[in-house]
């Protein structure tokens, strides 16, 4: 099996009000914590998905732009599915600091040949960290087609095509997914 990364970074940032990537935490802008991840995770591509390219990216990193009109972050997945040459994306968004290579590698262990995993937090999946198959493709397509852009529903429906399984996030793991959508969460 092989993996590209694709750290999602497409979001407005309306709740925060700044763009959540330049965000700095324990000295150092959240794009940096997480492309250091991700570049730790060793994958054979990295990218960025974005609806424009942001002006702190990197040279060296291809930036993914979503289709217009951007519809969230299924467009970013749908677009980077389509010109990956892997057979699974990783998938990280930029507002989860707490992520930790160890567990990315668990996931990695968890993938299987033409199956994904996608982490789940109860009865919820924890879409933005989480391995998609090549073939998630189509279903991503027939979803942004249908006006399904919800990546709970996108999630469950490849759970239900054997396209992903789960893994169950063990109590020690919920923290890592704590995200930053609002100025209180920086507290």
Partial sequence: MTFTALLLVGGESRRMGADKATLILE???????????LRAFEPEALWI??????????????VIF???????????????LSRMQTTHLLTLAVDMPAMSLEFLRKLRNFARPGCGVIPTNEKFFEPLA???PAAALSPAIESLKSN????????????????LQTCVLQENERALFRNLNEPRDLL
Avoid: T
Wanted: glycine content about 8%; charged content about 15%; overall charge neutral.
């Fill in 27 to 37: 000295g150092e802008n959240l794009w940096q914590k997480q492309l250091q991840l």
């Fill in 49 to 62: 998905s974005a609806r424009i390219r942001p002006v702190w990216c990197p040279l060296e990193i291809e």
């Fill in 66 to 80: 979503d289709e217009v009109p951007s519809r969230g972050p299924l467009s970013g997945i749908a677009a980077a």
């Fill in 130 to 132: 989480g391995i998609y």
């Fill in 148 to 163: 399904q852009l919800s990546l709970q529903s996108f999630a469950q429906k490849l759970c239900n095509a054997g396209l």
